[in-house]
Structure formats: structure tokens, C-alpha cells
């Protein structure tokens, strides 16, 4: 099972990018008297000088408070000093700035998707998984279009419930290569009650996302891992096996579609 977890699963944090290109179609307070600081933001965010960018864009929000595309651009300029990873104070400062910035824009346009992905993206790259969670959610209801929102609820989803299955395999002295479901009713039952139903909803999510990218190959992938999750979390080997032979399915279609994507196109 571990080989074909490894083959198929790319490193998610790769594919939650926070480089946030200003978007062309959100003007920057046009006619606003922030307009002139607005504008050399863009120049220097472009030039990726992001302290420099924060500057003017914190100088636009003070001349023009109204103006919401201020304070997501200056979210924006701090995302981009936000390092994924990194513990320390001057590192969780810069997300909490950006944060608040973003917060400020959802004050008065509570459906901004740039906000609200952009929150969602920080908590995950904190391993806030739950307060990611709850702010992909919010992702999917205001754009129930987007491939991002489904499919990383579906990673979400496996990856809260992965660390205890996998540690109660560890503690029953169930190797990787073992066949499913867990060998011990008692702990299985516990999980299958706590994860089970958060393990079915990101199916439904990844099957989501494929629904509106019918070539998610990556959406593919982490479905393959939550049917293993799920076989786990059966009650019968019959249960177990049936599972397993989607996940395959899924692994299958995944590979394919890859190779479909690489194929010179006529």
C-alpha cells in the first residue's frame, strides 16, 4: 500500500501556491485619492520588492479606507513575506498581518474569494487544518466552481484522519503490505466513528472537483488514498477489498490521465 501511496501522491503544499499575482481586473481605487500610492504598490509588487509594495499599499489604506482592493493588496504584499514553515515570531507577525488585512476586506465584501482562499491557504500552511477546513468550506459555498476549494477539502480530509489510522496500524503490528480492514473491532469502531464520516465527505468533495475538471489527476490521486483510508475503516474484508479495488481504479485513471495530459495534442 505505501509504494502506491508514494507513486501517486504529489506534495500537496506545492500545489497551494502563495504567490498571489494582483489580479488585472480589480482596479486599484480608481479616482480614489489613494489612486498615485495604489499604483506605485503595483509597480513595486510586481518588481517583487514586497516590503516596499506593503508601504504604499498601507499608505492607501490610510488615505482611502473605502477602497477594499487597498487592503487586499497589502494581504497580498505580506502573504508573499509569509515562509511556510517557519516557526519564528517575525514569521507568524507577517501572517497575522496579512490576516488582518484580509479580515478588513471581508468587512465590507464578505464574499471576496481572493480573501477567503488566501485565509484558507495560511491556516494550511500553518497546520491550522481545521480552521483551513472551515475556510475552504466557505470557498466552496461562495464559488461552488472552484476545483481548489473541493479538492483541498478532500486533502484536508485525509489528512486529519490519516495520522490515527495509520497510528492505530502501527500499534496492532500491522505492517504497510498487510490487507485491511484494522484487526482490532474495538479501536476500529472508535475511528470509524470519528473519521469515518469526515473520510466520505472528501470523497464527495475530490468526485466534486472532478465534476468540474474532468482531468483533476491530483483530485484522482488523493481519492485513491481515501478509499485506502476508508478500506481500513471497513468492517469486513469483502468491505475491505471493494475499496481497494477503487482506489486502484483511481490510481489507473490517474496515471492515464497524465499520460493523456503529456501527449502532443493534434
Not at 501556491?17 to 488585472?24: D, I
Request: hydrophobic content about 40%; charged content about 25%; glycine content about 2%.
Amino acid at each position: 500500500m505505501q509504494k502506491i501511496l508514494v507513486m501517486t501522491v504529489r506534495v500537496f503544499c506545492c500545489s497551494l501556491v502563495l504567490y498571489l499575482p494582483l489580479r488585472a481586473q480589480l482596479p486599484p481605487c480608481p479616482g480614489s485619492q489613494a489612486a498615485p500610492e495604489m499604483s506605485q504598490g503595483v509597480s513595486a509588487y510586481k518588481d517583487q520588492r514586497y516590503p516596499l509594495a506593503a508601504e504604499h499599499f498601507q499608505a492607501a489604506t490610510q488615505l482611502d479606507p473605502s477602497c477594499a482592493n487597498a487592503w487586499l493588496y497589502l494581504g497580498n504584499a505580506y502573504l508573499q513575506q509569509y515562509i511556510p514553515g517557519a516557526t519564528s515570531a517575525e514569521n507568524q507577525a507577517i501572517a497575522e498581518k496579512a490576516y488582518e488585512q484580509y479580515q478588513k476586506v471581508l468587512d465590507q465584501q464578505p464574499e471576496n474569494q481572493q480573501a477567503i482562499e488566501s485565509i484558507a491557504s495560511l491556516y494550511f500552511h500553518q497546520k491550522k487544518l481545521e480552521e483551513a477546513r472551515i475556510w475552504y468550506e466557505k470557498l466552496a459555498i461562495v464559488n461552488p466552481d472552484s476545483k481548489v476549494a473541493f479538492y483541498t477539502l478532500g486533502v484536508l480530509a485525509w489528512t486529519i484522519s490519516y495520522q490515527a489510522c495509520n497510528d492505530a496500524r502501527v500499534k496492532m503490528e500491522m505492517k504497510p503490505e498487510d490487507p485491511g480492514p484494522l484487526k482490532d473491532a474495538a479501536v476500529r469502531e472508535a475511528l470509524r466513528n470519528k473519521y469515518l464520516p469526515m473520510v466520505q465527505e472528501g470523497i464527495d468533495h475530490l468526485n466534486r472537483a472532478i465534476e468540474i475538471d474532468v482531468e483533476y489527476d491530483d483530485a484522482m490521486s488523493y481519492l485513491n488514498l481515501l478509499y485506502r483510508q476508508r478500506a481500513d475503516l471497513e468492517n469486513t474484508p469483502e468491505e475491505y477489498q471493494a475499496d481497494i479495488a477503487k482506489a486502484d481504479e483511481w490510481v489507473q485513471k490517474a496515471l492515464d490521465t497524465r499520460k493523456q495530459k503529456k501527449s502532443p495534442q493534434p
